[in-house]
């Protein structure tokens, strides 16, 4: 099960903060993950953009590389990471444990995840898989996707065997044989598809969620004019990326170490129409909040609009004209 045990909602008030960064000691570092289910990321590092346009102000920029949304949210939740890239649903959960963090961006509205099989498998719906090894990241967008799958056809997490794996190493593990399916992600799903021939038996673009931007609550309110810049600069690399998908995809191809081929396939399910965040995502966000309080792996008793709202900030993404 999702570790999910709540803890208190509440936190430093975001006012008391800003009182107290008059007085905080200058800035001299930002740090941002990058992530290879965050296209836009690979843009800003590799481009150097972040680095120009803080230049003047002398803060230097850190990047950490997330494997997936857990990763980034332990590094939010630890101090490690000012900004962290993730699925909305993951966020959520993150929230609800007491994670401080608000989501202000929109880097992707993708379908990264699918349940996938191998090619010959006799895996052929969700039902099948009762009582099979499947792979899956705890605390990301594909556990919850399978968890949500599981309950559609009547099943729970304790009616498969879950193989907690990071997600490059759950693709590892199906196409070894070690299980009979895996919550994939992309870009390594893609791979796993075009260089695997796997299935990809179960897809439910709706339940993905969207790709958020994350930042720390204290860092946002000590620093507001630091996050409008920042997101003023990922909206320079959105609008690039959308502008120049063969040079995007060769990017894509140097950092991750994977084919033309794999890359296409990730970028033709991954949209970047719009960094704007608001009632759209809380929707897709909260439903998914709603959808693992029927499933038994969230409290009943939790407001999931009233987490979502409280979660998300648009007004940087607003600020900037997103």
């Given amino acids: 099960m999702i570790h999910l045990t709540r803890r208190a909602l509440g936190g ?12 905080a000691a200058p800035l001299t570092e930002i740090r941002i993950d990058w992530a290879t289910y965050n296209p836009v990321s690979l843009v800003l ?18 990047w950490i590389m997330s494997a997936g949304s857990n990763k980034a949210l332990e590094f939010l939740n630890a101090g490690s990471l000012d900004f962290g890239s993730t699925a909305g649903a ?5 929230k609800v444990n007491g994670n401080p963090l608000r989501s202000i961006y ?4 993708p379908e990264w995840t699918a349940l996938v099989t191998a090619e010959n498998s006799a895996i052929k719906t969700v039902a099948d ?26 099943l729970s997490e304790k009616d498969v065997k879950l193989v907690l794996l990071q997600h490059a190493d759950g693709r ?56 409008r810049k920042v997101l003023t600069v ?12 063969p040079e995007l995809t060769a990017m894509m191809v140097a950092a991750t170490k994977l084919s033309p081929a794999v890359i296409e396939r990730q970028l033709e399910r991954t949209g970047m129409a719009s960094g704007m ?15 693992l309080q029927a499933a038994g792996v969230l409290d009943a008793a939790l407001d999931m609009v009233a987490i979502t709202k409280g979660m998300i900030d648009p007004s940087y993404a607003q600020a900037i004209g997103a």
């Fill in 277 to 291: 965040i608001g009632d759209v995502q809380a929707k897709t966000i909260s439903d998914a909040g709603k959808a």
């Fill in 172 to 227: 590892t593990a199906l196409e070894r044989g070690d299980v009979v399916a895996w919550a994939g992600l992309d870009p390594m799903m893609a791979a796993s598809e075009v260089e695997s021939k796997a299935r990809l038996f179960y897809r439910k673009p709706e339940a993905n969620t969207w790709g958020v931007l994350n930042v720390r609550e204290s860092f946002a309110a000590e620093n507001p004019a630091v996050v």
């Fill in 234 to 245: 990922y909206e320079t690399a959105r609008k690039w990326a959308l502008a120049h998908k």
């Fill in 129 to 154: 898989l009762k009582g099979q090894r499947v792979a899956v990241t705890r605390g990301t967008d594909p556990h919850i996707f399978l968890v949500r799958a599981l309950a559609e056809a009547g």
């Fill in 45 to 62: 590092k590799e481009q150097h953009l972040l680095e120009d346009a803080f230049a003047a102000d002398k803060i230097a920029i850190r």
């Fill in 12 to 23: 430093t008030a975001l006012a008391a903060l800003a009182t107290r960064a008059a007085t």
């Fill in 90 to 94: 993951a966020a959520l959960i993150a």
């Fill in 106 to 109: 929109v880097y992707s509205r």
